[in-house]
């Protein structure tokens, strides 16, 4: 459901296996509204897919026909955490809120959003931070920032691959 959620420039996807394992979700507290095709969760909230880990305070999963088509996560930040195919480091999403669509594979992550390889955005290779990042995790296309206001201004870290033996 959630996977191929995480990647970021340059690196690689994340394990195609991810998506056929099980999901599983612990919350505090669990509201399911059939009418509506809404699931909340709340309090706590991690959710395990494969090697894809996602937490925050607040766990919205939108539903149609059966299939989730929108999963939205808040948190103080919301966070995501995921291994690429052929190893390296696990790719990290975090924002305030994150929204996934499975069906066409876009992540939105706003709010002090940043996305970094390894395991901290200080030491990696690529790190990105925005108000807003956007990742289409089908076409590999990633947007940060927006032209039209200067408080999506993007911040991005390379590391020369000189720096990185030293």
Aim: hydrophobic share 30%.
């Amino acid at each position: 459901m959630l996977s191929g959620a995480i990647l970021l420039p340059g690196s690689t996807f994340a394990l195609s296996s991810d998506s056929k394992q099980p999901m599983y979700i612990e919350s505090d507290s669990v509201v399911y509204d059939e009418n509506k095709g809404e699931t909340v969760y709340v309090g706590n909230v991690r959710a395990r897919q494969g090697s894809l880990e996602v937490t925050g305070e607040k766990m919205i999963i939108n539903q149609q026909k059966g299939q989730a088509d929108q999963m939205i996560v808040y948190g103080n930040p919301a966070r995501l955490q995921q291994s690429p195919d052929g190893g390296g480091p696990d790719n990290h999403g975090m924002g305030k809120r994150a929204d996934y669509f499975p069906e066409s594979g876009i992540l939105i992550l706003n709010g002090d959003a940043v996305t970094w390889e390894g395991p901290s955005p200080d030491t990696s290779e690529h790190t990105v931070k925005s108000d807003h990042i956007e990742y289409d995790t089908r076409n590999s296309i990633y947007k940060a920032g927006s032209s039209k206001s200067g408080t999506r201004r993007v911040h991005v870290k390379i590391i020369p691959k000189e720096a990185q033996a030293e």
